[in-house]
């Protein structure tokens, strides 16, 4: 991708040699009429970040981005025209019966020796970047005492305990009112029990429960886990108190105080940056997202990687119509028809509540110039980088192996969030084009912007610009290494994001496929 000097002339950008669109950069697009490259003219006003064609293409001819076929002309489209989603059939689905596995493993790069973190170390191996008292729940029904309690826990115990970072409530909607036995039940009780496993709770997460419910706090935590800490009460059931709500409220903060005082004895020490684990995730996408913000998120992810890290990438609808080149990248066939077979049961998924990925696309997606989910999937995958992939996680399941994994979640950014952290990251970047606050309070949130525009206009909202990859005053490679380092940064908390210092975050949001009574 070439790097314009200029930031005031009408710009565009082609990523591949094939491709017969290109992007307009210009923040406020171009009026019809415009000289673009080759003597190009538009006949169109063309919206920044939407696609201008560059040669005639015929009814039912190829649409071309990133070197693939993102869609074919339902009528003529003349050289100079705007595209935009209206005007494209979409491709159909890639088959999972014919896909290449394992035919383009890419070599191992050279190790990266030498960089590090502070962060802290768990009993069970893992490395927290945070220091926080999870209080986890077996049921919906006990969260409003739960978080009357954390309230109190902040304002009343917090400040004697400096080296706590927070306390958080693992708050949820399942537990009660669903067939607990169902197939895919599964899914949500392994999520609620690996978050309360999360690195960044330092083994002391605390249940609270009602008592009759179907999730009960068996399920949630074993014995013998070596990841939390059952020697001392780790439990309080609601149902026992006698004196109604205000014991209630005591006796949680009771039991808070006593993970407290161990928390807070707990001291950062320098750890190999390998003990990273960074889930990696698009909210309001727009075409920018595979030009700057996941290009740039792609190369550092190959920087962890040489590092010895842990990366995850996930979305299944985002990565579907593109899974041709993650199968080929997979390190052994197993991995790759592990990615199949999350494939498959997604696609059954959506079949059963009569949708495809075709639902995937937002109107905001649309707005920020992505015609379809398959010019979606082809920019999202970018993040990735460019190393080969080690493994697959299903839902819920929580991370054994280090490497580029892919963490199988829907697309939704709540739903996404919350299954990365039950496969145990530790750190989160999430780029966004059309803009989102979204934020974690499980674990610290880097968020990227695509575009220049929105950095500027959300100064207190966004950590890293990567719309200077679109004007030409920052490479993908230089802002990967930017990237890396402010990684390293957060993790350690020598830097603190947006999304923290406002204490900004969304709800921990569970994937249920089984039926609710």
């Not at 149902?239 to 105080?257: D, K, N, P, R, Y």
């Not at 006593?258 to 190999?272: I, N």
């Not at 299903?394 to 496969?423: H, M, N, W, Y």
């Amino acid at each position: 991708m070439t790097l314009i000097e200029h930031s005031d002339s009408p710009r565009t950008i082609r990523l591949h040699a094939r491709d017969n669109v290109a992007v307009v950069v210009n923040d406020q697009g171009v009026p019809a009429g415009t000289e673009l490259v080759d003597d190009l003219l538009t006949l169109d006003f063309v919206p920044q970040s939407h696609k201008v064609t560059l040669v005639d293409i015929p009814q039912g001819g190829e649409v071309i981005r990133y070197g693939q076929t993102i869609g074919y002309a339902l009528q003529p489209i003349a050289r100079g025209r705007w595209v935009n989603e209206d005007q494209l059939r979409m491709p159909t689905a890639p088959p999972l019966d014919s896909l290449p596995l394992s035919t383009d493993v890419p070599a191992a790069p050279a190790p990266l020796e030498g960089f590090t973190f502070e962060g802290y170390r768990n009993a069970d191996g893992t490395v927290g970047t945070r220091n926080i008292l999870g209080i986890t729940t077996t049921v919906q029904c006990v969260t409003g005492v739960l978080n009357h309690a954390v309230k109190r826990i902040r304002d009343e115990l917090l400040p004697n305990y400096p080296n706590v970072d927070d306390v958080v409530a693992l708050t949820h909607s399942y537990g009660c009112g669903v067939a607990i036995n169902a197939t895919d039940a599964y899914i949500p009780i392994r999520t609620v029990r690996n978050l309360a496993r999360n690195p960044n709770l330092g083994g002391e997460a605390l249940v609270i429960s009602l008592g009759c419910e179907k999730l009960q706090a068996g399920q949630v935590m074993h014995d013998n886990d070596p990841s939390v800490d059952l020697s001392e009460p780790w439990l309080y059931r609601l149902q026992e108190a006698s004196h109604g709500f205000t014991e209630m409220v005591e006796q949680i903060m009771a039991l808070a105080e006593t993970r407290l005082q161990k928390l807070d004895l707990r001291r950062r020490e320098t750890v190999p940056a390998s003990e990273l684990i960074l889930g990696m995730q698009c909210g309001g996408s727009d075409a920018f997202s595979g030009i700057t913000a996941n290009p740039a998120l792609g190369y550092a992810s190959d920087l962890l990687l040489r590092a010895g890290a842990t990366v995850m990438f996930s979305e299944v609808t985002e990565v579907r119509d593109a899974i041709y080149l993650l199968t080929s990248r997979a390190e052994t066939e197993e991995v790759a028809q592990a990615l199949v077979r999350e494939m498959d049961w997604y696609d059954r998924y959506l079949a059963k509540g009569e949708a495809d990925r075709s639902a995937n696309t937002t109107p905001g997606n649309k707005k920020g110039g992505l015609s379809n989910i398959v010019e979606k999937s082809l920019g999202s995958i970018v993040k990735s980088g460019s190393s080969a992939i080690n493994g697959v996680l299903g839902p819920g399941e929580r991370f054994t192996q280090k490497g580029l994994i892919f963490c199988a979640t829907p697309a939704s950014d709540f739903v996404c969030g919350t299954l990365q952290l039950a496969a145990g990251m530790n750190l989160h970047v999430f780029t966004t084009g059309r803009g989102t606050p979204y934020g974690l309070a499980m674990a610290p949130v880097v968020k990227v912007s695509t575009r220049t525009e929105l950095a500027q206009r959300w100064p207190d909202l966004i950590d890293i610009d990567a719309g200077r990859i679109a004007t030409g005053r920052a490479s993908i490679e230089e802002l990967g290494w930017e990237l890396f380092h402010y990684y390293l940064d957060v993790a350690s908390g020598k830097k603190h994001t947006w999304a923290e210092q406002h204490k900004l975050h969304n709800d921990l949001t569970l994937f249920n496929p089984a039926p609710i009574t």
